[in-house]
């Protein structure tokens, strides 16, 4: 559990954006779909891992089953 | 502090590797200027000077630096060598060769060899209409060029730089 | 200080979060949602040492363990809903933050019918 998750997640997504705007003006719309789409499963699969663990813990602590 | 230096060097590669796509770019535009100074030394010295061609193109590839240098120099050392060539067959085996180092389009290639096949078999009225010809043919690709330079090369760039990140973090 | 380590992170994330929020709205509400995640995971270690106190206590002061241990679950319950519905509304699910919270209430009362049960039964009892 590290505070670089934070960053890391913001850095794809800073990427992800820049991405976005570059395609988008260089006229390939397309292609700037799929590298926001490939960016936010990306970003999700980071989170998916932290919420996991989140629910883990808490499923510990207060007794949940 | 490595792992700070390996990300620098993971970026710095991707971003190189973005940044000689962007080069293409340029140098394909550089090209086709370098093209229409050259056909326009080749028109001086016909029209002025009246050298024989085989003469005329090696001058013209002495003073053309560079890529473009390469279709006028082939084609002069095959007209001096080799007398069977035509002029016409001769600048096709210097365009073949410029189009190995650097992949010329269809559209620049085809531009290139008809004007070869006017090349050395008409009068000098003839020879400067297919020069002229040849040329705005040219500065039309050039200024096509020139778009999908502005549109391409910075996004190349950018990009290039940007997977390096992205890779770095998620590596990190 | 942890404290500050906790105050550091949230700050360091809620600029984040905003930053790429206005860029890209998804990637914002992700970018928040980790930062909630990591400062509460963080708060839960020392509430689980807490808690693992006042069980142990009220071991020795003889309550009855399953009470206890409802009354746990119960926060538990509030806590990840108020936490699930604050994110959603962050990300302007306001009705998803809603259902969240209505659910949440359903349960806890389920989980608190056995104790009201108790209790009604023993003041029955009481009463001739």
């Known amino acids: 559990?590290?505070?670089?998750?934070?960053?890391?997640i913001a850095g794809i997504g800073i990427i992800t954006s820049i991405f976005h705007t570059v395609l988008k003006q260089a006229g390939k719309e397309e292609y700037s779909v799929i590298a926001t789409l490939a960016g936010v499963s990306l970003a999700l699969i980071v989170v998916i891992r932290l919420i996991?663990?989140?629910l883990t813990s808490v499923k510990d602590v207060f007794f949940l089953h | 502090m490595l792992r700070l230096l390996g990300a620098c060097c993971i970026i710095a590669g991707c971003g190189i590797l973005g940044f000689s796509k962007g080069e293409q770019f340029r140098q394909r535009a550089e090209m086709l200027r370098c093209l229409q100074n050259g056909l326009n030394m080749l028109e001086a010295d016909i029209s002025y000077g009246s050298t024989p061609l085989p003469l005329a193109l090696a001058r013209v590839a002495e003073k053309v630096g560079g890529i473009t240098q390469v279709p006028f120099a082939q084609a002069a050392r095959l007209l001096k060598e080799n007398n069977g060539l035509t002029a016409a067959e001769a600048w096709e085996e210097g365009v073949n060769k410029l189009d190995a180092e650097f992949t010329l389009t269809t559209e620049e290639k085809?531009?290139?060899i008809l004007f070869g096949q006017g090349l050395g078999c008409s009068?000098?009225?003839?020879?400067?209409?297919?020069i002229t010809l040849a040329r705005e043919q040219l500065?039309?690709?050039?200024l096509?060029?020139?778009?999908?330079?502005?549109?391409n090369q910075r996004m190349w760039q950018v990009m290039g730089l940007c997977t390096g990140g992205a890779i770095v973090l998620m590596l990190i | 200080m942890e404290i500050l380590q906790i105050v550091g992170v949230g700050l360091a994330g809620a600029v984040l979060a905003v930053f790429v929020r206005e860029r890209h709205k998804e990637l914002g509400i992700f970018v928040s949602l980790a930062t909630g995640v990591i400062i509460f995971l963080f708060a839960l270690q020392k509430a689980g040492a807490v808690l693992e106190t006042l069980v142990q206590l009220a071991a020795r002061a003889n309550v009855n363990m399953f009470y206890l241990v409802t009354v746990l679950k119960i926060m538990g319950i509030a806590y990840m809903a108020e936490f699930g519905a604050q994110i959603c509304r962050d990300a302007g699910e306001g009705s998803t933050a809603s259902k969240i919270e209505f659910a949440a209430k359903i349960l806890v009362m389920v989980m608190a019918l056995p104790i009201i049960v108790?209790?009604?039964e023993s003041i029955l009892r009481l009463i001739p």
């Open chain 1, 1 to 8: 559990m590290n505070i670089e998750l934070i960053f890391q």
């Open chain 1, 52 to 54: 996991a663990e989140l």
């Open chain 2, 110 to 112: 085809s531009i290139l």
């Open chain 2, 123 to 130: 009068a000098r009225e003839e020879q400067i209409k297919n």
């Open chain 2, 139 to 142: 500065r039309m690709a050039e």
């Open chain 2, 144 to 151: 096509a060029a020139e778009e999908a330079r502005n549109k």
């Open chain 3, 118 to 120: 108790a209790i009604l």
